[in-house]
Nanobody, 120 residues
Framework: QVNLVESGGRVVQAGDSLTLTCDANGDTLRRYSIGWFRQAPGKDREFVAAISWITTVYEDSVKGRFTLSRDNDKNAVHLRMNNVIPEDTAIYYC???????????????WGQGTLVTVSS
């Protein structure tokens, strides 16, 4: 079983950059597909990006601005967020699963979330 902890959320201004990190303990993240999701105030949780062993996928609104990468030495996954906009304001969650099918759903392990607030 893997335990996930997100960090890096903070208040930033539109156009700024920040990096969210998903740290794991209990198992190695290399065995898992990792997804990032977000939930804005008053909205449903939505898919942001995911990485498996063979591919990385992004939701259209973050494509070209966000980059997902693995840090195997630190057993972590980073979500680099560039040129953020107010619509990126949300609680960001990382999630893990042990298959690479349909990276937008089916995750069984979740972190507690980290808050990103983008001011205009």
């Amino acid at each position: 079983q893997v335990n996930l902890v997100e960090s890096g959320g903070r208040v930033v201004q539109a156009g700024d950059s920040l990096t969210l990190t998903c740290d794991a303990n209990g198992d190695t993240l290399r065995r898992y597909s990792i997804g990032w999701f977000r939930q804005a105030p008053g909205k449903d949780r939505e898919f942001v990006a995911a990485i498996s062993w063979i591919t990385t996928v992004y939701e259209d609104s973050v494509k070209g601005r966000f980059t997902l990468s693995r840090d195997n030495d630190k057993n972590a996954v980073h979500l680099r967020m560039n040129n953020v906009i107010p619509e990126d304001t949300a609680i960001y969650y990382c999630a893990a699963k042990q298959d690479s099918y349909d990276l937008r759903s089916g995750y069984g392990y979740w972190g507690q979330g980290t808050l990103v607030t983008v001011s205009s």
